[in-house]
């Protein structure tokens, strides 16, 4: 006789599958789609949004998540099952207050305004963009007021991508990392003494810069049996399924570093997304624990292990061996300063460690105002470039370059960015814990073993999945709270020895 | 007060997008999905297929289609309105009937049947596909007992390709054929006098062919902001929508003809996808009229156009200039002698004009006896090899160049094959019609302007999409019925003119 648990589990397989089907049509998007295919894309994925929604919030769903939490209430709180019912159940109680048809509204107009995007950042069009940016804000705030909230509209926004985390929380956050990283920068450019880093301003073939991708790739043991690394203009990862992790890249050629750690951020992504276990089923607790913990995994192989001293001395005789004249006289010394270059820039996905958090900040303000109403978009593109002067110190010379510069807003996520600073700080608290865990870690990274790391990180952060909440996943790995020190720490640390300051 | 054919209208949307989103699976499975992906998208596919066939046969769908059908009463055969509610109300009566296990169980067999042919073929193991075989004959006789029929479990099957059309009808098709085609064949071999085409047995590089490929689908109308071609193992056409039509060719340096002519025949289905019309909605009637009658479009291009005198006339001159050495001295009267070709051998898509049908024949009969239960599927390859011999007088080496060599019963496509070859008698009798009407269609076609062609079509076919059965469609270009005989006598003149019979 089938329990409720069992039948709970068939339905969620159904729209999960409905998801997975979903990340696929966005990969495509991206990565392959003509551009007449937009339109018909938009419905496609509207229709799949609103009948994976209709599926899940259905009064059959609430029913078999009653019954099988009474058959699971016996059951330790971290065991697959007890997690499955309580994690959905959350999920349930919130997605269920959002009508179907706003679901629909929200895929399809955000289908549209992502093409519109490209576009209008191509021609550095913000005019042409305009309506759609309009919409976006539009509906992010009736989706808003259809989750509900205590505080401000916005922690609903930020509570789909960080479950139980609130602005305020961040806000907090935010302005300890404030105290530490403006003066750290505003130092820096003080100084005046920039790291030398003009052999990177040199012609670096497309070909060769395929291959180290794919080369660093392999070593930090993706597996491409088990995925693919393609182009999109706007790097980014989907897992279609564990088994099927797809990332991208941009290589241009003027700019090495660009390509080469884009692959290594979304690398980190994917090597999480493959490292959700089976056992955990085609279920809502299939993905990564929230967007932060995706980022802080993303961000510990781009910074903590590959702008590291010892991570270059292996891998930039690689480097040297597909472009023997442009690194010709420059040793490992030399490229980690360069890799590790702090000056303020425009756009976002550049950015060096320490002015990528200015980055956030900013937009996490404007989207604080635009959500309370207190910004309209029509002077979004202003207020922008202000922002950008107040903490960067410099202003884009165009909208491309400024304010249509990223993919998010387009794609429907207002509450987004925060989690990438908040990937920084639990980057850089999980990696203090595999240092200690593992002693000669920095020895294995300088000889090329990058399997002790991986498996520690699919020990404790990967397998779980959605079990836990982000906070709870950092109690379980550090025995406290997220925490900014750390980060601080190590940035201060690092950025004074290269800066001598 | 929205009427029950807008409720309708609107319900078929979601439906078809369902397809559309199974559709991109289907393409990105054959041209990017990496190995282990399979598992996953299979569950998608079998997903997305229940959920739509949920969709359309749910009791809401036949009400709707009670109501509009009163509603539509009035209008005339030909109107879209009344065209919709009768193609799709034929539709929902046999579908109906199949109940939604069997959908989804068939959906999750094919996808991991795929995978298992795409090895067994690379390694010629039928062992290791047989279980698959198995499991494919038997959903098909399930299959047609669900839909149900009057004399031959396989005129279910045929009918879901090919809409009233019976395997009697078929089969008294293909005996008329037969009857001239086989002597036809034989006295070429007897005549022992092979055309000439030793200059296609080099070396083409793969960058030129791809390159004249793409010239020839522009030439040919294929517009590539709504489409795109890649490479796959067996190339496909896929539409997405009518504004993201896919086709895929491959491209093997040692056979020229082998991807020129996929690129052609795929590109007479991309040029009927994407000519398919807006006003016919996301519904059932955005489809070609059936499988014979899309065969009839990649046909008419491949054979009728792209194997004629004057199309060369046109194209060998840009050919040559992307291959100067291998075509030194190929005049066109050459090159038209040697894509025209016959000999038996063992590859259907690389099968001449003439013996390519007599490949259909013999997978026809098979598929006869398989589903009528008369031939086990251990006895299947000595069967196909024992077929081979008796139409085309040769004995597959292996395999791989036999029964292994289709994608289409992996893909659960039993009923399929004999439209190929109504197609052959299609493309003959549809072209006639347009040499009828466009008076200097050769001087056309030698100049390159293959436009008043394509607008022709358009207008004659591409653009009532599924609204009539492909008996319909044939009595209103021709006034008339499927036949033969404008295909053999079209074939004899041609072959008797190259072999001087």
């Known amino acids: 006789v089938p329990n409720a648990l069992t039948e709970l589990k068939a339905r969620l397989a159904q729209v999960d599958d409905l998801e997975g089907a979903k990340h696929l049509l966005g990969w495509d998007q991206q990565?392959?789609?003509?551009p007449g295919g937009a339109e018909a894309r938009a419905q496609h994925i509207a229709t799949l949004s609103s009948l994976a929604h209709a599926l899940f919030v259905a009064n059959e769903t609430g029913e078999l998540l009653e019954s099988a939490s009474a058959e699971t209430g016996e059951?330790?709180?971290?065991?697959?099952?007890?997690?499955?019912?309580?994690?959905?159940?959350?999920?349930?109680e919130k997605m269920r207050r959002v009508p179907e048809e706003l679901v629909a509204e929200r895929a399809h107009a955000f289908a549209l305004a992502f093409s519109a995007w490209e576009k209008a950042r191509a021609q550095s069009d913000f005019a042409s963009f305009k309506p759609h940016q309009e919409r976006i804000v539009e509906l992010a705030i009736a989706y808003a007021e259809a989750l509900g909230y205590d505080a401000h509209p916005y922690d609903a926004l930020l509570d789909?991508?960080?479950?139980?985390?609130?602005?305020?929380?961040?806000?907090?956050?935010?302005?300890?990392?404030?105290?530490?990283?403006?003066?750290?920068?505003?130092?820096i450019v003080d100084r005046g003494e920039p790291v030398d880093d003009c052999f990177l301003h040199q012609e670096y073939a497309d070909g060769p810069q395929w291959e180290f991708g794919q080369l660093v790739l392999a070593k930090m043991g993706f597996d491409f049996q088990r995925g693919r690394m393609d182009r999109s203009t706007h790097p980014f990862t989907q897992g279609i399924s564990p088994d099927d992790v797809r990332l991208t890249t941009r290589i241009l050629p003027e700019r090495l570093l660009s390509g080469l750690f884009a692959v290594i951020h979304e690398g980190g992504h994917a090597l999480y997304e493959q490292g959700l276990p089976p056992t955990l089923g085609r279920s809502k607790l299939r993905s990564g624990a929230s967007y932060g913990v995706h980022e802080s995994q993303s961000r510990l192989w781009?910074?903590?292990?590959?702008?590291?001293?010892?991570?270059?001395?292996?891998?930039?005789?690689?480097?040297?061996?597909?472009?023997?004249?442009?690194?010709?006289?420059?040793?490992v010394d030399g490229f980690f300063r360069a890799v590790n270059r702090v000056e303020p820039s425009f756009i976002r996905v550049e950015a060096d460690e320490a002015t990528y958090n200015l980055h956030i900040f900013m937009r996490f303000e404007l989207e604080l105002d635009l959500v309370a109403r207190r910004l309209e978009v029509a002077d979004l593109p202003a207020a922008w470039n202000?922002?950008?002067?107040?903490?960067?110190?410099?202003?884009?010379?165009?909208?491309?370059?400024?304010?249509?510069?990223?993919?998010?807003w387009s794609s429907g996520f207002i509450g987004y960015f925060p989690t990438y600073a908040l990937g920084n700080l639990?980057?850089?608290?999980?990696?203090?814990?595999?240092?200690?865990?593992?002693?000669?870690?920095?020895?294995?990274?300088?000889?090329?073993?990058?399997?002790?790391?991986?498996?520690?990180?699919?020990?404790?952060?990967?397998r779980h999945g959605k079990k836990f909440t982000p906070l709870e996943l950092v109690e379980r790995i550090?025995?406290?709270?997220?925490?900014?020190?750390?980060?601080?720490?190590?940035?201060?640390?690092k950025l004074s020895e290269i800066y001598r300051l």
């Open 302 to 331: 781009e910074n903590l292990v590959a702008r590291s001293q010892p991570f270059w001395q292996h891998f930039l005789p690689h480097l040297r061996r597909l472009f023997p004249q442009q690194l010709d006289g420059v040793d």
């Open 160 to 187: 789909r991508f960080e479950p139980e985390m609130t602005s305020a929380q961040v806000a907090k956050l935010f302005d300890q990392m404030k105290a530490r990283i403006v003066p750290l920068v505003q130092a």
């Open 386 to 408: 202000a922002k950008m002067e107040a903490y960067l110190g410099i202003t884009p010379p165009d909208d491309r370059r400024g304010v249509l510069q990223d993919v998010h």
């Open 478 to 493: 550090t025995g406290g709270q997220i925490a900014a020190d750390p980060f601080l720490d190590y940035l201060e640390t």
């Open 75 to 92: 059951l330790p709180y971290d065991s697959d099952d007890a997690s499955l019912v309580r994690v959905t159940r959350r999920e349930f």
């Open 426 to 462: 639990l980057a850089a608290q999980i990696f203090a814990q595999a240092r200690a865990a593992i002693q000669d870690l920095d020895r294995q990274i300088a000889g090329g073993a990058l399997d002790d790391l991986l498996a520690w990180l699919r020990e404790n952060v990967h």
């Open 31 to 34: 990565v392959n789609m003509p």
